[in-house]
């Protein structure tokens, strides 16, 4: 009985568990060399400038709506905090143990401290503006941080992404993260990606219709889920060699013409925006059934079609 008045002390000095993945073990070792404690927005900023100057691939990163942003970071940033290595203060978070498991992780550290000691706030998100200014194009910095030239360089940046052709793409998520699959869709200049999954939901981080619903408008692209396109997961169930996705395939395709209202939506969509995405898991098209639905749109109704 003695010893449990002793426990509330004992939880609050005990290590946290070890973080799971090497990315993670390095963002604490990143956190502890910039000082121990960062505002999520130089957070951001720092460790995509970092990353850049070292070529490591821990993350990726997207022009979202304050420059560059990985939201794989972000979510282990709430990660390790719900483990208690990191505690949240306001617009802040900062370590809360400074035994860190950061074997394998090491920073360099003269060229963190030459280049970044003392950049934060504006400065920073104009270095990264300047450098970079394609992660610029869906800023809602105000232009005064920037020179004329400098947004001179972002809107040359933004209308080269412009393409005009009239497309239909198809893109699957596998082996790609998240930021990566977004860079895709801005660089073809995707106006609307259509989520052709019959249940949208995905183990992969990021994959699952909230969150792709939720970010992709703030960068310019529409989602539009549409449940009749997509294959009950029974159907999916044992598919073991080419053999079985052609039977599948070939079932789809018979069913096709039925899904009128569907067909009808994708041809809306495509005549009023020019350029789409069909999108599903699989990496090669071919062993998805979203080449049934862009080999049928080209076929009936001439439209040119790529696969990223």
Same mark, same amino acid.
């Given at each position: 009985?003695?010893?449990?008045?002793?426990?509330? !002390?004992?939880?609050?000095?005990?290590?946290?568990?070890?973080?799971?993945?090497?990315?993670? #073990?390095?963002?604490?070792?990143?956190?502890?060399?910039?000082?121990?404690?960062?505002?999520?927005?130089?957070?951001?900023?720092?460790?995509?400038?970092? !990353?850049?100057?070292?070529?490591?691939?821990?993350?990726?990163?997207?022009?979202?709506?304050?420059?560059?942003?990985?939201?794989?970071?972000?979510?282990?940033?709430?990660? !390790?905090?719900?483990?208690?290595? +990191?505690?949240?203060?306001?617009?802040?978070?900062?370590?809360?143990?400074?035994?860190?498991?950061?074997?394998?992780?090491?920073?360099?550290?003269?060229?963190?401290?030459?280049?970044?000691?003392?950049?934060?706030?504006?400065?920073?998100?104009?270095?990264?503006?300047?450098?970079?200014?394609?992660?610029?194009?869906?800023?809602?910095?105000?232009?005064?941080?920037?020179?004329?030239?400098?947004?001179?360089?972002?809107?040359?940046?933004?209308?080269?992404?412009?393409?005009?052709?009239?497309?239909?793409?198809?893109?699957?998520?596998?082996?790609?993260?998240?930021?990566?699959?977004?860079?895709? +869709?801005?660089?073809?200049?995707?106006?609307?990606?259509?989520?052709?999954?019959?249940?949208?939901?995905?183990?992969?981080?990021?994959?699952?219709?909230?969150?792709?619903?939720?970010?992709?408008? #703030?960068?310019?692209?529409?989602?539009?889920?549409?449940?009749?396109?997509?294959?009950?997961?029974?159907?999916?169930?044992?598919?073991?060699?080419?053999?079985?996705?052609?039977?599948?395939?070939?079932?789809?395709?018979?069913?096709?013409?039925?899904?009128?209202?569907?067909?009808?939506?994708?041809?809306?969509?495509?005549?009023?925006?020019?350029? +789409?995405?069909?999108?599903?898991?699989?990496?090669?098209?071919?062993?998805?059934?979203?080449?049934?639905?862009?080999?049928?749109?080209? #076929?009936?109704?001439?439209?040119?079609?790529?696969?990223?």
């Amino acid at each position: 009985m003695k010893n449990q008045q002793y426990m509330p !002390l004992l939880n609050a000095i005990r290590t946290p568990d070890t973080p799971t993945f090497k990315r993670q #073990k390095f963002l604490l070792s990143f956190i502890r060399s910039a000082g121990g404690s960062l505002s999520y927005m130089d957070f951001q900023k720092l460790l995509f400038l970092y !990353l850049q100057r070292v070529h490591e691939s821990y993350y990726d990163f997207v022009p979202y709506l304050y420059g560059c942003y990985s939201f794989q970071a972000a979510q282990d940033i709430d990660t !390790l905090s719900s483990m208690g290595w +990191l505690e949240k203060k306001d617009n802040l978070f900062c370590l809360s143990n400074s035994h860190i498991p950061d074997e394998g992780c090491s920073i360099q550290l003269d060229l963190f401290h030459d280049e970044y000691r003392n950049i934060r706030g504006d400065a920073l998100i104009r270095q990264v503006y300047r450098e970079f200014p394609y992660f610029a194009i869906h800023r809602k910095i105000a232009n005064s941080l920037m020179s004329m030239e400098e947004h001179e360089a972002i809107k040359k940046e933004k209308e080269g992404l412009k393409k005009d052709e009239a497309i239909v793409f198809t893109i699957g998520y596998e082996g790609l993260s998240l930021e990566r699959y977004i860079n895709m +869709l801005i660089q073809n200049n995707i106006c609307v990606l259509c989520d052709v999954r019959n249940n949208p939901i995905s183990r992969k981080f990021g994959f699952s219709k909230p969150l792709l619903s939720r970010v992709l408008p #703030k960068i310019g692209i529409e989602y539009i889920h549409i449940p009749e396109l997509g294959i009950i997961s029974s159907k999916r169930k044992d598919l073991d060699d080419d053999a079985d996705y052609k039977a599948l395939f070939s079932e789809y395709k018979k069913e096709l013409p039925q899904k009128n209202y569907s067909i009808d939506v994708l041809l809306s969509i495509y005549e009023n925006k020019r350029r +789409l995405a069909l999108t599903c898991f699989e990496h090669d098209a071919l062993h998805c059934h979203r080449h049934v639905i862009s080999d049928y749109l080209a #076929k009936n109704y001439h439209i040119k079609v790529y696969h990223i």
